[in-house]
């Protein structure tokens, strides 16, 4: 009996010591320090805290892992602290000090984690905007700490060059349907200004601020770009508000802070483009190849750094296990799509899913073989986003939402996939989605 009575006090214990608090408001405080390795309820208050600031980490499942680390190591660099992915002392305070609103601490539907839930989910319940919106408005920011040198009027060069054909590919990759218009190009010397003894210090907030007072509030998306190397993360995508339910992210608007009142939906840090552009064209193995004219380099990279808006956290990650309550076309790394989900477009999906081939002599599938120069945004091949990130954006017709996708047993590891003697798993449709995740909607 007093063994179990030591049991029962231990678990109290378990439950009164927790790593946050929550004050009369309904505010997470940070109380303990959090690292790759620590698990449990105050991880799952750290990573919920993390994407309703915009900071993209696969599933939430209470484990701090090498994904939720990157995610505090983004955090870190927007607000000046070392970027070293430990929620120590300083990262707590500016955590305890800088939160939104109430968030839920309960992990994701896909996940099978038992944790316990300390408040219920109100996350800026009074968002209102289009949630089928297809015309989205950006611009093309360049932070130089020199505005006049060479490298800057390059880089400008550069960029008009990207603009149009930018655009171009991102009304192709979403089939007609949405445009997106690259309204300015702007130089900015704001967030450069540690670039000499901290280069990985490059704060996208001070940067939207500038560009937004500047030249108004009409942006969507925002690409950052470098004349230098940020050395650190020099490539990510920056969630700042969403207002659609039920397509694997919460709802929160976090513009305020990017200085927006609304607006503004994702920031994108692309570095310095313009020098990976030059080191690849130099490499022996790229000298040798023709590269297209109309696909430049970056324009795959931008359109999937963008594509991270709407996807892809709607589904469960790929384990192979058979299991029929579950939609496994997530990857591996919890943020892209597994690339055994068939691209219907026979195409690559700049999201990761794979064009599927049938040989017809074995009755299995291979990898189709595409031309493409990909390490950098290289490609031959058209430019498409799945008809599940459409259906995210709330682009695609309610008549494809029966369309079935194959899903493939690739035996994808760290790495590594079979492109050949491929089976079918399984298959899927939006329909099916609806049924287990719930229709999109708009929070109002």
């Given at each position: 009996m007093k063994k179990y009575r030591y049991i029962f006090i231990l678990f109290v214990l378990g439950l009164l010591i927790?790593?946050?608090?929550?004050?009369?408001?309904?505010?997470?405080?940070?109380?303990?320090?959090?690292?790759?390795?620590?698990?449990?309820?105050?991880?799952?208050?750290?990573?919920?805290?993390l994407i309703q600031k915009g900071f993209s980490l696969g599933l939430v499942d209470g484990s701090f892992g090498p994904k939720t680390k990157q995610a505090v190591i983004l955090f870190q660099i927007t607000k000046g602290l070392t970027p070293d992915g430990y929620v120590g002392p300083?990262?707590?305070?500016?955590?305890?000090?800088?939160?939104?609103?109430?968030?839920?601490?309960?992990?994701?539907?896909?996940?099978?984690?038992?944790?316990?839930?300390?408040?219920?989910?109100i996350v800026n319940s009074n968002l209102t905007a289009d949630c089928n919106q297809n015309k989205f408005?950006?611009?093309?920011?360049?932070?130089?700490?020199?505005?006049?040198?060479?490298?800057?009027?390059?880089?400008?060069?550069?960029?008009?060059?990207?603009?149009?054909?930018?655009?171009?590919?991102?009304?192709?990759?979403?089939?007609d349907l949405a445009t997106m218009n690259v309204e300015d190009i702007f130089i900015t010397k704001t967030g450069s200004e540690d670039y000499i003894n901290n280069p990985s210090q490059i704060n996208l907030q001070n940067v939207t601020?500038?560009?937004?007072?500047?030249?108004?509030?009409?942006?969507?998306?925002?690409?950052?770009?470098?004349?230098?190397?940020?050395?650190?993360?020099?490539?990510?995508?920056?969630?700042?508000?969403?207002?659609?339910?039920?397509?694997?992210?919460?709802?929160?608007?976090?513009?305020?802070?990017?200085?927006?009142?609304?607006?503004?939906?994702?920031?994108?840090?692309?570095g310095d483009f313009l020098s990976r552009y030059k080191s690849m064209l130099n490499r022996p193995d790229m000298l040798s190849r023709q590269l297209p004219t109309d696909a430049p380099f970056g324009i795959s990279d931008l359109i999937h750094e963008t594509g991270h808006q709407w996807c892809c956290h709607l589904g469960d990650k790929f384990s192979g296990n058979g299991?029929?309550?579950?939609?496994?076309?997530?990857?591996?790394?919890?943020?892209?799509?597994?690339?055994?989900?068939?691209?219907?477009?026979?195409?690559?999906d700049v999201l990761s899913?794979?064009?599927?081939?049938?040989?017809?002599?074995?009755?299995?599938?291979?990898?189709?073989?595409?031309?493409t120069i990909n390490d950098f945004g290289f490609s031959h091949y058209p430019i498409r986003y799945h008809p599940i990130t459409?259906?995210?954006?709330?682009?695609?017709?309610?008549?494809?939402?029966?369309?079935?996708?194959?899903?493939?047993?690739?035996?994808?590891?760290?790495?590594?996939?079979?492109?050949?003697?491929?089976?079918?798993?399984?298959?899927?449709?939006?329909?099916?989605?609806?049924?287990?995740?719930g229709e999109r909607t708009c929070s109002q």
């Amino acid at each position: 009996m007093k063994k179990y009575r030591y049991i029962f006090i231990l678990f109290v214990l378990g439950l009164l010591i927790t790593p946050f608090s929550i004050n009369a408001a309904g505010i997470y405080s940070f109380n303990s320090n959090l690292s790759i390795g620590s698990r449990g309820s105050g991880v799952v208050a750290l990573q919920n805290t993390l994407i309703q600031k915009g900071f993209s980490l696969g599933l939430v499942d209470g484990s701090f892992g090498p994904k939720t680390k990157q995610a505090v190591i983004l955090f870190q660099i927007t607000k000046g602290l070392t970027p070293d992915g430990y929620v120590g002392p300083k990262t707590r305070n500016i955590l305890n000090n800088d939160n939104l609103s109430i968030i839920t601490v309960a992990p994701n539907k896909q996940n099978s984690v038992n944790l316990l839930p300390v408040a219920p989910i109100i996350v800026n319940s009074n968002l209102t905007a289009d949630c089928n919106q297809n015309k989205f408005n950006a611009a093309f920011v360049l932070v130089s700490p020199d505005p006049s040198d060479q490298k800057t009027n390059e880089f400008l060069t550069f960029l008009e060059d990207l603009k149009g054909k930018f655009e171009q590919a991102f009304k192709g990759a979403t089939y007609d349907l949405a445009t997106m218009n690259v309204e300015d190009i702007f130089i900015t010397k704001t967030g450069s200004e540690d670039y000499i003894n901290n280069p990985s210090q490059i704060n996208l907030q001070n940067v939207t601020k500038d560009l937004i007072s500047k030249n108004g509030d009409k942006y969507n998306f925002v690409y950052v770009f470098t004349t230098y190397d940020p050395q650190t993360n020099s490539q990510y995508f920056a969630q700042v508000k969403n207002i659609i339910k039920n397509i694997g992210f919460s709802t929160f608007d976090n513009s305020k802070y990017y200085g927006s009142s609304g607006k503004l939906l994702g920031v994108s840090l692309n570095g310095d483009f313009l020098s990976r552009y030059k080191s690849m064209l130099n490499r022996p193995d790229m000298l040798s190849r023709q590269l297209p004219t109309d696909a430049p380099f970056g324009i795959s990279d931008l359109i999937h750094e963008t594509g991270h808006q709407w996807c892809c956290h709607l589904g469960d990650k790929f384990s192979g296990n058979g299991d029929k309550s579950k939609i496994e076309i997530i990857g591996l790394d919890g943020s892209h799509y597994y690339t055994g989900l068939e691209s219907p477009a026979k195409t690559r999906d700049v999201l990761s899913s794979l064009p599927w081939v049938l040989d017809e002599n074995s009755g299995t599938y291979f990898l189709e073989k595409l031309t493409t120069i990909n390490d950098f945004g290289f490609s031959h091949y058209p430019i498409r986003y799945h008809p599940i990130t459409l259906y995210a954006m709330g682009l695609l017709s309610k008549d494809q939402y029966s369309k079935e996708f194959k899903i493939f047993d690739t035996d994808e590891k760290q790495g590594s996939m079979k492109d050949a003697d491929v089976e079918i798993y399984s298959k899927t449709s939006v329909n099916d989605i609806i049924k287990i995740f719930g229709e999109r909607t708009c929070s109002q």
